[in-house]
């Protein structure tokens, strides 16, 4: 893990990272549908899902499997005091999120620019959000706020 984040300047187009595994949790998940609210019987009702859904066991919410991988980015170190702010993006479900699930996220660096204030710059990202059999369940493409190097 990095000590600090890398500034405007340092980010390279192209360049890749991946972050550790973490594997999602029934608990995970039921205290994230019970404290955003969503209430369903997908996320609650074990034989709901049983009987009504095509999962197979309990599904994650594509917006828990956002924010698992966001807090994976952030373990890497990668923004860790150069990250202004989070500007938006597009976000792709690809496939389901179960409990027992295993995520990583392969970063790439996909483009940056330079903004009117001489201390930030906007950076691209491409993430691809991969489960422990490689398969991709989520695809991202966000932008930061990025800290430039301070001037000497």
């Keep these: 893990m ?10 390279e187009i192209g360049a890749k990272y991946e972050t550790l595994g973490r594997t999602v949790s029934e608990a995970d998940i039921v205290t994230f549908v019970n404290l955003c609210g969503f209430n369903e ?31 994976l980015i952030m ?31 392969e970063v790439e660096v996909a483009d940056k620019r330079e903004t009117k204030k001489p201390d930030r710059g906007i950076v691209s990202y491409q993430h691809r959000v991969l489960n422990q059999r490689g398969e991709v369940v989520m695809e991202a493409r966000v932008q930061r706020m990025i800290r430039q190097q301070p001037n000497a």
């Design 2 to 11: 990095r000590q600090q984040g890398l500034t405007f300047e340092e980010h």
């Design 41 to 71: 019987p997908l996320f609650m009702d074990m034989e709901y899902v049983a009987r009504e859904s095509v999962f197979k066991g309990r599904p994650a919410p594509g917006a828990l499997t956002f924010a698992l991988s966001e807090g």
């Design 75 to 105: 373990q890497t170190g990668l923004i860790h005091g150069t990250g202004m702010a989070y500007l938006g993006g597009e976000i792709r479900v690809v496939a389901p999120v179960l409990a027992g699930d295993t995520l990583r996220v």
